[in-house]
């Protein structure tokens, strides 16, 4: 266990509990252990994807050309499938970064929009990677309490 409460896992696994909970506020570390556990998984699929495909290269060169093996395809489907499992405690768990800026849920799509465009969209994808490493507004918001240190309540029981 660390000192904030919970293993690295428990941190990992939290956006999935909150699914699709667009309310309230989430920490920097909910937010980036949940990127670090999605890009381990894409990493898994995307190894399972390249093994299919180095297999298919060494195949006995003949007149026909080598396919893509069904361990490929297997990993390109896993792959498809966790992507779109993954889609909404994503956005949900960015939504709530957002709120814990104090800022609304809905400059995820601007800035989403703003990735598309040439050459800006570049400069607003470093904006956005900065925003979600900043600390959060400290006390409560408007989107809630302070999920770092929530106020005590001991002081009045």
Known sequence: MDNEGGTSMEWMLMPLRRYAEFSGRSRR??????ALGVMLVYMACGLLMLGGGLASSFQTAGTVPPAFTPVFWLGAGLLGIVALGLLVPSVAVTV?????????????PGFVLIGLIPYVGFLGNIAFLVLMCLPGTPGP???????????SYEAFA
């Open 29 to 34: 570390k909910e937010f980036w252990m949940f």
């Open 141 to 151: 918001n408007r989107f809630g309490t302070d999920p770092k240190n929530p106020p």
């Open 96 to 108: 709530r970064r957002l709120h814990d800026r104090d800022m609304s849920g809905w400059w995820y």
